[in-house]
Nanobody
Framework: VQLQASGGGMVQTGGTLSLSCAAS????????MAWYRQAPGKQRELVAT???????NYADSVKGRFTVSRDDAKNAMYLQMNSLQVEDTAVYLC???????????????WGQGTQVTVSS
């Protein structure tokens, strides 16, 4: 099983970016999913979560600007980021609970991270 994140880049303040995260592997089932971010010299921060049923939660710093969604047919999660600010600059990582045949229970996997840079 692999978790692949993509879609980062560089934008100016007020710009938009969209991130994607997809789980690969046969007969894979994805449960709870989340986006985290880590800026240089700072602790990893939870940005947004989405449950298997589609319930979402956001960090206060991104509420109203970021939207997390998922497509279970593709085992994928997305993060639409609007009104980006310099403070949003970080490596964004996706996390997902994944089950596949042979697993006793869901296991947590991390994607490799994608860089988002917002310039003033």
């Amino acid at each position: 099983v692999q978790l692949q994140a993509s879609g980062g880049g560089m934008v100016q303040t007020g710009g938009t970016l969209s991130l994607s995260c997809a789980a690969s592997g046969r007969s894979t089932r994805v449960g709870h999913m989340a986006w985290y971010r880590q800026a240089p010299g700072k602790q990893r921060e939870l940005v947004a979560t989405i449950s298997e049923g589609g319930q979402t939660n956001y960090a206060d710093s991104v509420k109203g600007r970021f939207t997390v969604s998922r497509d279970d047919a593709k085992n994928a999660m997305y993060l639409q980021m609007n009104s980006l600010q310099v403070e949003d600059t970080a490596v964004y990582l996706c996390n997902a609970d994944i089950w596949r045949p042979g697993f006793q229970t869901y296991r947590a996997f991390w994607g490799q991270g994608t860089q988002v840079t917002v310039s003033s």
